[in-house]
């Protein structure tokens, strides 16, 4: 405990700090829909330079161990994790006012590009900030056996539903917006409300979370040898190799289906956006579940189970296209409203389950480079996903007013995705489940 800081008040920093930080990564949504629509409608671009764009526009998430390293191993003005968040937090604000700034006497494909790249970069150091500070901070003891004991995943479904909250505002707002704005509004907007995050996240002083400190600087070396260390333990090495594999092996044609409802179907920017809320808010709900009623289920059988409802969720998407709901008399904005979010936020459910587990997994001292290498294998699975749903949309012919192979494609998609759960084996059992067997 902080000298003259009680255990309650620093659990009310802590979670100021992160509820403000992820809240706003969650809003990251509402910029981004304006960047579809900005791409399709202003600077006219195909689907597959949309998906191109929005995967390349990752890369910087790539990068995350680097930056894990960074901030486990070297520390500004004695701290180690809130001015990294300031950092992203500014170099996102940065981005955004740019490309507001530039869209208004118009933009290069190369310079949004650029701009796109640069706001990623900071919210990659932003979320690497955040994670560590969620992954060390469950771990440390408290001075309470009750919150002890209930504390397992508490922070990390806080943290899951501020983000979802975020989300939920985001898109709902987006949506009206993007009806009544131009596209370079929204990205002022977020810009100045990052502005803020980087002023509030400026005056919070580390030593009010009381974070764990190293007496002693390790050093980048020394931290990149213990995170190899770290990672040659076959429980941490396989999880993350099937969990980055499950993401990479499916082909997303997330540009693909948003030309098709927005270009062929003329589905409203408010029904997608609608469409977008209800999967925020499906994502909110599944933190308050997670943290309420699934905590004592394994995280394997968790993990699993939702690759097998992506894929029906996939199939579903297939009937769709075919026209079969339409025969049934369901309008193709009640299905978009209904299905298509929910399929959307599937991808990232598996998530929750599998933070808490790498967190029980971390070697003490590496929390942020073990996440951030995580949180790298997501985003780089995440790129060779959408790289692979380019090359299969070549492959089905599929261009802006052509969709008939369409109905191929998702099946192809809803086939690759259900192969991993073939090997969800690798994923090993929660600790507390293997205590738990012990015993019986």
Request: net charge positive.
């Amino acid at each position: 405990m902080v000298s003259g800081v009680s255990e309650s008040e620093i659990g009310r920093n802590r979670k100021l700090l992160l509820g403000i930080g992820y809240f706003v990564q969650g809003l990251r949504c509402f910029p981004w829909m304006g960047v579809n629509f900005f791409l399709k409608d202003g600077m006219r671009v195909d689907p597959s330079t949309l998906q191109i764009l929005q995967n390349s526009a990752n890369l910087p998430m790539v990068a995350k161990p680097f930056y894990g390293i960074l901030s486990d191993s070297y520390y500004i003005f004695g701290e180690h994790r809130v001015p990294y968040i300031a950092l992203g937090a500014f170099l996102q604000a940065l981005s955004w006012i740019a490309i507001a700034i530039f869209a208004a006497s118009g933009i290069s494909f190369m310079s949004i590009t650029f701009f796109l790249l640069l706001g990623n970069l900071g919210a990659s150091i932003v979320e690497v900030a955040n994670d560590a500070m969620v992954a060390e901070t469950a771990k440390q003891p408290t001075s309470s056996k009750k919150t002890k004991s209930s504390s397992s995943g508490q922070l990390q479904s806080f943290v899951w539903m501020a983000s979802s909250i975020g989300g939920v505002l985001g898109n709902l707002v987006g949506g009206i917006a993007i009806d009544r704005f131009a596209p370079r509004m929204m990205f002022f907007i977020y810009g100045i409300l990052l502005s803020f995050q980087f002023v509030i996240t400026g005056l919070t002083r580390e030593s009010s979370l009381a974070l764990p400190k190293s007496s002693s600087h390790v050093g980048f070396w020394k931290q990149f040898s213990d995170l190899l260390d770290a990672l040659k333990k076959p429980e941490i090495l396989y999880a993350v190799f099937w969990f980055a594999f499950s993401y990479a092996i499916i082909p997303a044609l997330t540009g693909t289906m948003f030309f098709y409802q927005t270009q062929h179907l003329k589905i409203e920017s408010s029904v997608l956006g609608v469409s977008k809320v209800l999967g925020q808010a499906a994502m909110l709900l599944w933190g308050a579940v997670y943290n309420h009623r699934l905590k004592s289920i394994s995280s394997r059988k968790l993990i699993a189970a939702v690759q097998v409802t992506m894929v029906i969720f996939m199939v579903s998407d297939y009937l769709f296209v075919k026209g079969f709901y339409k025969s049934l008399g369901v309008p193709d904005s009640l299905y978009v409203i209904t299905f298509s979010g929910l399929l959307e936020v599937l991808y990232f459910f598996k998530i929750l389950p599998f933070s808490v587990l790498m967190a029980q997994l971390c070697p003490p001292g590496c929390e942020g480079s073990i996440m951030a290498f995580v949180m790298s294998a997501i985003a780089l699975a995440f790129i060779l996903s959408g790289y692979l749903g380019v090359a299969l949309a070549s492959y089905f012919e599929i261009k802006g007013d052509d969709f008939s192979g369409l109905p191929g494609a998702l099946l192809v998609q809803a086939a690759c995705t259900l192969l991993p759960v073939f090997w969800a084996s690798c994923v090993p059992e929660d600790r507390k489940d293997k205590g738990k067997s012990k015993e019986n």
